[in-house]
């Protein structure tokens, strides 16, 4: 268990208001956690200090190799009052995976929870209540040793941010268009893809700018080998609902392993909709569309917990899902982990970890 010395922000930040628009990610809370780790030492001087800059040298390494990972999930207020976290057990251990693939020191899964619950208790007034928000929690571990050459690290922060935020799509759950791209890739297998790192994300930068300019909301990677199958869309998972099943592309090490992923699978399959993890191909999707058959598409993700696709692009191919509308399972769905999330709907899953009382 951590030894978490406190040092309270002498000069806290005034708090939005309760009908102040939160944009996502913009400000942040009056505290954050910091860890560091060296060989000798293991993980050591676990801190929770005023929010500010880090102090990095020049030549440290997640400047300029890109070592580095991250998660994001949330703290909800429930109904009752009470500040809850959704399943910072996945996210622990997706880091702690992350850290091994990119040949980094892993945080312990206990002490990513405990240093995530620690945090949010301290700056729980920052926890919106407004329909739809949340506060956002970042932890994210760098490389710093000070060394110009391409090789693991010695030494590592391990930092925890908190931002209250409100809707990710702020005219909510309304259904977006994205795109499939076919001259770019992300990820392939073998390489780092299911891993959550800034790499990753970086290398999507360019195709989502080319979307955007065309009126998409979102890239929807294709496989990196044979430019056929369908693998995630920018910061989400992707799922169909074709002839009556659920099904999203499998997880084979270059699609990142998905907390809200993972949820909508087991909720479907509860709800008695059959699901297939399997490979996708634009072209199944394209007949199946053509077909009539393919009646929902959604992103899965903790920012946006479930985001209907209203438009699907693939070459000259413009496929309008379900007239352009939010479908009902998209909706179960949405209001089912919401509900969940924020004490509404009974957790009989034990997803749920509470940090506090009302």
């Not at 293991?42 to 991250?70: K, M, N, Q």
């Not at 935020?165 to 702020?170: D, H, V």
């Not at 990753?200 to 195709?207: E, T």
Request: hydrophobic share 40%.
């Amino acid at each position: 268990m951590l030894n978490i010395k406190v040092t309270r922000n002498e000069n806290p930040k005034a708090k939005p208001g309760k009908d102040e628009a939160l944009k996502f990610g913009c400000l942040f809370t009056d505290h954050m956690f910091v860890m560091d780790y060296a060989p000798e030492k293991g993980w050591y001087d676990a801190r929770i200090v005023p929010y500010g800059p880090l102090t990095l040298s020049p030549a440290c390494s997640v400047l300029h190799y890109g070592l580095e990972v991250f998660e994001g999930l949330k703290a909800y207020k429930a109904v009752d009052g009470r500040v809850l976290l959704f399943r910072p057990d996945r996210n622990a251990r997706r880091m702690y995976d992350s850290c091994e693939r990119l040949c980094m020191a892993p945080v312990p899964v206990e002490d990513f929870v405990q240093a995530v619950t620690t945090l949010v208790e301290i700056d729980k007034d920052w926890i919106p209540t407004g329909k739809g928000t949340s506060l956002y929690v970042r932890p994210f571990v760098i490389a710093v040793d000070p060394f110009l050459g391409v090789s693991k690290s010695n030494t590592y922060k391990f930092v925890i941010i908190l931002s209250p935020s409100g809707l990710y799509y702020p005219e909510g759950l309304k259904p977006v268009g994205i795109w499939i791209e076919d001259e770019y890739v992300r990820a392939v297998r073998g390489g780092i893809g299911a891993a959550k790192t800034g790499g990753n994300y970086a290398a999507s930068i360019l195709a989502q700018d080319l979307a955007h300019k065309g009126g998409y909301g979102q890239v929807l990677w294709l496989d990196g080998v044979e430019r056929k199958y369908v693998e995630e869309v920018g910061a989400m998972n992707i799922f169909f609902k074709i002839d009556g099943k659920v099904v999203t592309p499998m997880l084979a090490g270059s699609i990142l392993p998905g907390i809200t992923r993972a949820t909508v699978i087991e909720l479907c399959r509860d709800m008695g909709y059959e699901v297939e993890e399997r490979k996708v191909s634009a072209r199944e999707l394209a007949d199946a569309h053509k077909a009539g058959k393919l009646e929902e598409i959604w992103g899965t993700g903790t920012a946006a917990i479930i985001s209907a696709v209203g438009r699907l692009k693939w070459g000259d191919d413009v496929m309008i899902i379900n007239d352009n509308e939010v479908g009902p399972l998209s909706q179960k769905l949405f209001d089912t982990i919401t509900g969940i999330q924020t004490g509404r709907i009974e957790d009989r899953k034990g997803w749920t970890l509470e940090v506090c009382k009302a």
